[in-house]
């Protein structure tokens, strides 16, 4: 990958986050959006693929290091997505506040920067859909593709250049 395909990737990942603390603070069709500790989990995923990419577009000798590093970070928010997208269908299987609410809120980011990182919402939690789709359906959805090319070209091989 080049460094502005880096970039473009850091830039999405940092615009979906800006984007869920918009809903948060604004709300959508009034509702508000709290973020459940599943949906800051997936926030700190989003910042690891950000700032792995940004890395990689910056410093050409490890690129391969961050981007695999961006990896691990989509797989990881492709499995927080996919437990709280399960959730979702099974909210039996919630018991409504979640004990990892109060383990993310202990953390120095949470107590700084309550705004982004502040566990206040439940997981299971029914809110409006947004074109078709929950938010930890499209996040999960984000979370696969950013997975799927990043993996992929992970391993293509680099054109030498002439």
Request: glycine share 6%; with cysteine.
């Amino acid at each position: 990958m080049n460094r502005a395909q880096y970039l473009s990737i850091s830039l999405f990942s940092l615009s979906l986050v800006i984007f869920a603390v918009i809903l948060q603070q604004t709300g959508y069709q009034g509702v508000s959006f709290l973020p459940c500790p599943l949906c800051i989990l997936q926030r700190i995923a989003y910042f690891g693929i950000a700032i792995s990419c940004f890395l990689a577009a910056g410093i050409s000798p490890l690129k391969k290091s961050f981007q695999f590093l961006a990896v691990l970070s989509a797989a990881f928010g492709g499995a927080i997505a996919g437990k709280q997208v399960w959730l979702l269908s099974h909210p039996e299987a919630s018991c409504g506040v979640d004990p990892l609410e109060v383990w993310i809120n202990q953390f120095q980011l949470a107590q700084g920067l309550p705004w982004l990182f502040k566990a206040d919402g439940i997981c299971s939690a029914k809110l409006p859909t947004i074109l078709g789709l929950q938010v930890p359906e499209w996040s999960l959805l984000w979370f696969l593709v950013l997975l799927l090319f990043l993996t992929l070209t992970l391993f293509k091989k680099s054109v030498p250049k002439r």
